[in-house]
């Protein structure tokens, strides 16, 4: 079945970096667009940044642009998202996600998250 | 940005009720919208698709509809497992992908 499985996440001191790695199993990794979504304590949902399938265009929101870069390994399954420069306002749980287009896009795959504190 | 706000955002409701969430946006986007369940400590699960298609294994009692930029989702007769945090998220403009601030479902 479907699986996505996110790690890398820490504590870390502002202004440092940190790279989160997603594996993916369980479907052709790269027939799909992917997408990075982070949750702050007690706040709903983030879009943080998404990729094509053959990582020809990338975007992200105004709030990491400059400081995350998302990319991928389609020969390892893998999608990753490089955060410098982390503040503690970056502090969540970073979830990836896969995007499927029926009618429209929509985010039908889930990992489980980890865990990001940004705190000196 | 497409804003998006739900209402309420809060609910206390019992076994058995019907219950009805809004998302409106900031501006019209067709049915480009999809709508979430979220546990404590889970990520989100998709449920509804292009504001009224049901998601594959999601249960019967859920609906959406809606276009342009007034949508609900209903839950036709609570069950214990629907209790938890449902978030609505459009996909007309992107970037950025913009989600609602969150219903909280709590058990009255």
């Known amino acids: 079945q479907v699986r996505l499985e996110e790690s890398g996440g820490g504590v870390v001191q502002p202004g440092t970096s940190l790279r989160l790695s997603c594996v993916a199993s369980g479907f052709l990794f790269s027939a799909y667009t992917m997408h990075w979504v982070r949750q702050a304590p007690g706040r709903g949902p983030e879009w943080v940044a998404q990729i094509a399938k053959d990582a020809s265009e990338n975007f992200s929101a105004d709030s990491v642009k400059g400081r995350f870069s998302i990319s991928r390994d389609n020969s390892k399954n893998t999608l990753f998202l490089q955060l410098d420069n982390v503040r503690p306002e970056d502090t969540a749980v970073y979830f990836c996600a896969r995007e499927r287009r029926r009618l429209i896009p929509q985010f039908d795959s889930w990992g489980q998250g980890t865990r990001v504190i940004v705190s000196s | 940005d497409i804003q998006l706000t739900q209402s309420p955002s809060f609910l206390s409701a019992s076994v058995g009720d019907r219950v009805t969430i809004t998302c409106r946006t900031s501006q019209t986007i067709n049915s480009f919208l999809n709508w979430y369940q979220q546990k404590p400590g889970k990520a989100p699960k998709l449920l509804i698709y292009?504001?009224?298609e049901l998601q594959s294994g999601v249960p019967s009692r859920f609906s959406g509809s809606g276009a342009t930029t007034d949508f609900t989702l209903t839950i036709s007769g609570l069950q214990p497992d629907d209790f938890a945090t449902y978030y609505c998220q459009q996909v007309y403009t992107s970037p950025p992908l913009t989600f609602g601030g969150g219903t909280k479902i709590d058990i009255k």
């Open positions: 292009a504001a009224s």
